[in-house]
């Protein structure tokens, strides 16, 4: 599962090409919050369709000497992740504690997994 690490919430944003907003770097990925209290509860988590949906630059957004235009296919106002920095974390097949990597042993069980990585518990 990708961690937002580095990130800002813009609220109350309409889909509008015309309309710009102040942001002063270049967003590393952008999307759209769906689940902001599921987002805090897993640490931030980014899952594609659950606590967020992904959206493409050039297509949903686009950013420029320090102006940042949304203007994704939604309906009304929503809330923008901003996302600078990014982690990966794996979930223990065996217990479902987080791990570094994906060929890492979990620090809780000592389980070593070398296949898909589990989906995130709720
Ligand atoms: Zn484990």
Redesign the pocket.
Same mark, same amino acid.
């Given at each position: 599962m990708l961690i937002a690490k580095d990130f800002l919430i813009l609220r109350g944003i309409k889909a509008d090409g015309r309309v710009s907003h102040a942001l002063e770097r270049k967003p590393l990925k952008v999307a759209t919050l769906l689940d902001e209290e599921q987002f805090n509860r897993n640490g931030h988590g980014l899952l594609h369709n659950r606590t967020v949906f992904f959206e493409d630059q050039m297509h949903d957004w686009a950013w420029a000497n320090g102006r940042f235009r949304y203007f994704s296919r939604v309906a009304g106002e929503v809330d923008v992740l901003i996302v600078y920095e990014l982690v990966d974390v794996y979930f223990?097949?065996? %217990?479902? +504690?987080k791990?570094e990597s994906l060929d890492a042993k979990?620090?809780? %069980? +000592?389980?070593a997994l070398a296949h898909n990585p589990a989906p995130a518990p709720n």
């Open positions: 223990c097949t065996q %217990c479902g +504690g791990k979990c620090p809780s %069980c +000592g389980h």
